[in-house]
């Protein structure tokens, strides 16, 4: 089964620009979050999505958001980057059944 | 306002000894509580979770304990192996909010 997969693995903007980052949950999830890592802090949640609507949100700017499918992917939006945008964004996903969230990858972001 | 704290950036133990990984929350309303191991590269990958209705949970060779009059859990791990070198993040969470809130993590280092 495949795992919670994202894309790209690396970004590279400027100050300024817009970044999307993409999500695809496991198999049978409908619930996806998304986290910023900064360097040396921990996981920031940003946002829950469910079943294509928004259900909470972290402590973000509204120059983050995103979006859920209706296959139950996920886009992060990042508008008017920042350098302190630079991070590694994690998605995860869950199923109705189980509070347990399984990570992707993640996607490096470097603004400059 | 770090809600959850681990405050042992890193952790050196031998081979086939113990390894104990601390936590400390703040909100009393935290009722679920998780730990995700993280290598390199890769995303958070599912550990073991406790619910705050019991105080100890074991899956092989890991096991949370939960003390909810200090607002602390650890995770042990025995026998250590050098495969469980790696960041340790705990995350706590309030049920039905699906948002969890994770500490800044530990890099333990099993030598061999």
């Known amino acids: 089964e495949a795992g919670v997969t994202q894309s790209p693995t690396h970004l590279i903007k400027t100050r300024g620009q817009q970044a999307t980052l993409r999500c695809s949950p496991i198999s049978g999830h409908t619930s996806v979050y998304w986290y910023q890592q900064a360097l040396g802090l921990g996981l920031q949640f940003l946002l829950w999505y469910d079943e294509g609507e928004e259900r909470n949100r972290g402590n973000f700017p509204p120059r983050f958001s995103g979006r859920q499918f209706p296959n139950y992917s996920s886009e992060l939006n990042v508008n008017a980057l920042e350098l302190e945008d630079s991070a590694l964004y994690l998605c995860?996903?869950?199923?109705?059944?189980?509070?347990?969230?399984?990570f992707g990858a993640g996607t490096r972001l470097s603004v400059l | 306002d770090q809600q959850v704290k681990q405050n042992s950036p890193s952790l050196s133990v031998q081979e086939g000894r113990i390894s104990i990984l601390n936590c400390d929350y703040t909100n009393s309303m935290f009722d679920y509580f998780l730990w995700y191991k993280k290598y390199p590269a890769e995303g958070p990958t599912f550990l073991i979770s406790i619910s705050s209705i019991k105080d100890k949970n074991e899956d092989g060779r890991f096991t949370v304990f939960l003390n909810k009059s200090a607002k602390h859990l650890s995770l042990h791990i025995v026998p250590s192996q050098p495969g469980d070198s790696a960041v340790y993040f705990c995350?706590?969470?309030?049920?039905?909010?699906?948002?969890?809130?994770f500490g800044t993590g530990t890099r333990l280092k099993v030598l061999a």
């Open positions: 995350a706590a969470s309030v049920r039905g909010t699906y948002k969890y809130i």
């Open positions: 995860a996903s869950s199923s109705v059944a189980k509070n347990i969230q399984y």
